[in-house]
């Protein structure tokens, strides 16, 4: 978890109310990952960020939208948080290097209950 | 313990064997691969990488080796210790992206 935090580490809401997740890393990578983490499916990509305001969609996007206006934040953002939503959810940093070899390191992760 | 150990794949050994963790990648084309580690409660930690030109790779304790031509990747853990007790995850690399395996949960006996 070195270099990469989450906040909150933990926040219950409402369906229907907006949540923003926050990550900052001290590393100055170039790439940051939002993914959630729910039974059964194992770490699924969210949205990614390969520099300060470029992002694109992962594999489960609908109904999260991200931002990058700084090299250090990435935050995420639920516009109208649903029991769907309802996870863990984990922040990843990666430096990618000539090639396509691209580790990845983890932020400590914030739990989400929307009620 | 943490939620995300609910429905995985569970390997039980005791304390001081050596331990076997199996993962089935999809994409021939993937040409980098990673193990992680997960602890109850914590993000997923680096264990070890290896490169598609490779067929094995050694680290402190843990091997990785590779099989291409089955698309299978397998992560050995040798004297398994309860300190080795986590969620072991499995990822192929894209230029700029993982895709991860669902994981096995490995529980260490003493």
């Known amino acids: 978890d070195a270099g990469i935090t989450q906040s909150p580490r933990h926040k219950v809401t409402e369906t229907g109310t907006p949540v923003t997740l926050r990550c900052h890393q001290t590393?100055?990578?170039?790439?940051m990952y939002w993914y959630r983490q729910d039974p059964g499916h194992g770490l699924r990509l969210i949205h990614y960020s390969y520099g300060v305001k470029d992002t694109d969609k992962g594999e489960v996007s609908d109904g999260y939208s991200v931002s990058r206006s700084k090299t250090e934040d990435f935050l995420l953002t639920l516009e109208s948080a649903t029991s769907s939503q309802t996870s863990v959810y984990f922040c990843a940093i990666s430096e990618a290097i000539a090639g396509d070899y691209n580790e990845q390191f983890f932020g400590p992760g914030t739990r989400l209950t929307v009620l | 313990g943490e939620s995300v150990g609910l429905h995985l794949p569970t390997l039980s050994v005791q304390e001081g064997d050596n331990s076997i963790i199996n993962c089935a990648y999809s994409?021939?084309?993937?040409?980098?691969f990673i193990w992680y580690k997960q602890e109850s409660g914590k993000g997923p930690q680096f264990i070890i990488d290896?490169?598609?030109?490779?067929d094995k790779r050694q680290g402190q304790r843990v091997t990785v080796l590779l099989n291409k031509t089955v698309k299978h990747l397998s992560l050995q853990i040798a004297a398994t210790q309860p300190g080795d007790s986590a969620v072991y995850f499995c990822?192929?690399?894209?230029?700029?992206?993982?895709?991860f395996g669902k994981g096995t949960m490995l529980l260490v006996s003493p």
């Open positions: 990822a192929e690399s894209g230029y700029s992206t993982l895709t």
């Open positions: 994409n021939s084309a993937s040409d980098y």
């Open positions: 590393e100055n990578h170039r790439y």
């Open positions: 290896i490169r598609s030109n490779m």
